[in-house]
């Protein structure tokens, strides 16, 4: 029972960063509280790879 508790509020935590990302970093704005956060959410960001719009993604 621990275990499933635990794991759902991971996924609660998880979800709720992606919701800050798209809200704020995403549309480039701060975070209102805590910028730092949004600074990191930034950064680790840019250092995942992405498709480009020019990019085909069939292969």
């Known amino acids: 029972m621990l ?6 509020l991971l996924v609660l935590a998880v979800s709720a960063a ?4 798209v809200a704020y970093p995403h549309r480039g704005e701060d975070l209102p ?3 730092q956060l949004g600074d990191a959410m930034r950064k680790g960001v840019d250092s995942l790879p ?4 020019h990019e085909d ?3």
């Open 50 to 53: 992405t498709i480009g719009d």
């Open 18 to 21: 992606v919701v800050l990302y």
């Open 33 to 35: 509280v805590v910028p």
């Open 57 to 59: 993604i069939r292969a």
């Open 3 to 8: 275990a499933i508790i635990l794991m759902m």
